[in-house]
């Protein structure tokens, strides 16, 4: 038999009622806490009923106004020389055929005289040798000329024919050269850069260009876009764009989607059709400017979001964003309103936006849940249904964004991704 030694247990002895200090201590202290849990007064929150509503789903993107493809092209001088008169700025607005700068037209004028002079020519030549051939039919038909020269005076009048054709050319070339002094739009748009002004030489070709010229008769919304973001847009879908630079809301329609992501970046691109002004704006532009007036276009380069719509669904369970608990990405719990107390559930979020939220899993219709001080609540919580409406807390309205937006942050999120 194994004999402790004595040290040992005295030294036990004198642990034991320090033991037994500590828990007495562990739960006084527990019922205090819970003392002091029953004397809390309750949370005061507003609570909503989970209901089944329909879902609009959108996606929003961000980007800047651009022109379609080809509509900011370089206009350049078809003739080589040196500008005598520039007319345009930076900044103005352009009709198609509007004088864009003159170019000095001595060489073409001249080209355009000596062209006249040499189809007067060719049509005298022509004349005379017209003349020629019915002397020689004449003569032959009398016996005085022979066939041979009869011949010969069918191939002169046909040579002075030609002659009169190739100088009506030279002149219709030389005229066209000459019309060209005048260096004209091609299409309607707004002066984006002046390259050369009054004074500068141009060689004729694209590579000295006189201004940029950008088309002003169709506007774009370029937005990029994730692999998952490409895959829920479609070609036709309906848009409403707001920009930056403040103003009405702008209706438009999606014409183009990347097919391919960029390797770098592993983004795609969006290209949405600036239609006008949106329906409920548009009638209230109406109402502060004239039938006659027309809007101005949007300014290009102007940043701005697009809302996309992507369909709707019927009957989906959702509430407004300020109901939830946490990030999305780390997992999401609701407070559900049980009598005086609380009870914290985990759910699954599907869709959701700044206005209202998807619960695939984890909420049953007619559920109570609590939507103000949530983050605050623990399970089993006190809690006293506040009287009224949540202030901007309903569904599919109200300023749950502010709720939403700090989410967004902690997950790393955007609005739908």
């Known amino acids: 038999m194994m004999t402790v030694p004595r040290g040992a247990r005295r030294s036990a002895g004198r642990l034991w009622p320090l033991l037994i200090a500590a828990?007495?201590?562990?739960?006084?202290?527990?019922?205090?806490?819970?003392?002091?849990?029953?004397?809390?007064?309750?949370?005061?929150?507003?609570?909503?009923t989970a209901t089944r509503a329909t879902l609009e789903?959108?996606?929003?993107?961000?980007?800047?106004t651009a022109t379609p493809p080809g509509g900011d092209l370089?206009?350049?001088?078809?003739?080589?020389?040196?500008?005598?008169?520039?007319?345009?700025?930076?900044?103005?607005?352009?009709?198609?055929?509007?004088?864009?700068?003159?170019?000095?037209?001595?060489a073409p004028r001249a080209a355009a005289t000596g062209a006249g002079a040499a189809l007067a020519r060719a049509r005298a030549a022509d004349t005379a040798a017209q003349s020629a051939l019915v002397r020689a039919r004449d003569l032959?038909?009398?016996?005085?000329?022979?066939?041979?020269d009869v011949e010969d005076a069918v191939a002169r009048a046909e040579a002075a024919h030609a002659e009169v054709e190739a100088e009506g050319a030279a002149v219709r070339l030389a005229s066209g050269t000459l019309g060209r002094v005048d260096v004209r739009s091609t299409f309607d748009g707004v002066v984006t850069r002046v390259w050369r002004g009054a004074?500068?030489?141009?060689?004729?070709?694209?590579?000295?260009?006189?201004?940029?010229?950008?088309?002003?008769?169709?506007?774009?919304?370029?937005?990029?876009?994730?692999?998952?973001?490409?895959s829920r847009v479609e070609v036709g879908q309906k848009a409403e764009i707001t920009l930056t630079t403040g103003g009405a809301r702008l209706a438009g329609t999606?014409?183009?989607?990347?097919?391919?992501?960029?390797?770098?970046?592993?983004?795609?691109?969006?290209?949405v059709?600036?239609?006008?002004?949106?329906?409920?704006?548009?009638?209230?532009?109406?109402?502060?400017?004239?039938?006659?007036?027309?809007?101005?276009?949007?300014?290009?380069?102007?940043?701005?979001?697009v809302m996309i719509a992507l369909g709707r669904r019927e009957g989906v369970l959702v509430l407004p964003p300020s109901a939830l608990r946490g990030a999305v990405a780390e997992g999401t719990e609701i407070a559900v309103c049980k009598g005086e107390k609380v009870e914290i559930r985990p759910v699954v979020v599907g869709y959701?936006?700044?206005?209202?939220?998807?619960?695939?899993?984890?909420?049953?219709?007619?559920?109570?849940?609590a939507v103000d001080h949530v983050l605050g609540l623990d399970d089993e919580s006190k809690i006293a249904e506040a009287k009224g409406e949540a202030g901007g807390d309903e569904h599919g309205k109200g300023d749950g964004k502010k709720g939403e937006d700090d989410r967004a942050k902690k997950d790393g999120k955007g609005d739908e991704k």
Do not use: N, W
């Open 140 to 148: 032959a038909g009398r016996g005085i000329a022979s066939k041979k």
């Open 74 to 106: 370089p206009m350049a001088s078809q003739i080589a020389g040196r500008i005598t008169e520039s007319r345009v700025h930076e900044g103005d607005h352009l009709a198609r055929g509007a004088v864009i700068a003159t170019v000095y037209d001595l």
């Open 273 to 305: 059709r600036i239609d006008g002004p949106a329906r409920d704006d548009e009638k209230k532009g109406d109402e502060k400017k004239g039938d006659d007036e027309k809007a101005a276009p949007p300014p290009l380069g102007a940043f701005g979001r």
């Open 199 to 230: 004074g500068a030489l141009v060689d004729g070709t694209a590579a000295t260009p006189i201004i940029q010229l950008a088309a002003t008769s169709s506007v774009e919304l370029v937005a990029d876009a994730t692999e998952r973001e490409l």
């Open 254 to 271: 999606v014409v183009a989607r990347s097919r391919a992501l960029d390797p770098a970046t592993g983004l795609g691109l969006v290209r």
């Open 23 to 48: 828990a007495l201590a562990s739960g006084c202290h527990k019922k205090a806490a819970e003392a002091d849990d029953e004397s809390k007064p309750p949370v005061e929150v507003h609570c909503v």
């Open 57 to 64: 789903e959108t996606l929003t993107l961000r980007g800047r």
């Open 352 to 369: 959701r936006d700044p206005r209202q939220v998807e619960i695939v899993e984890g909420l049953k219709e007619g559920d109570r849940i």
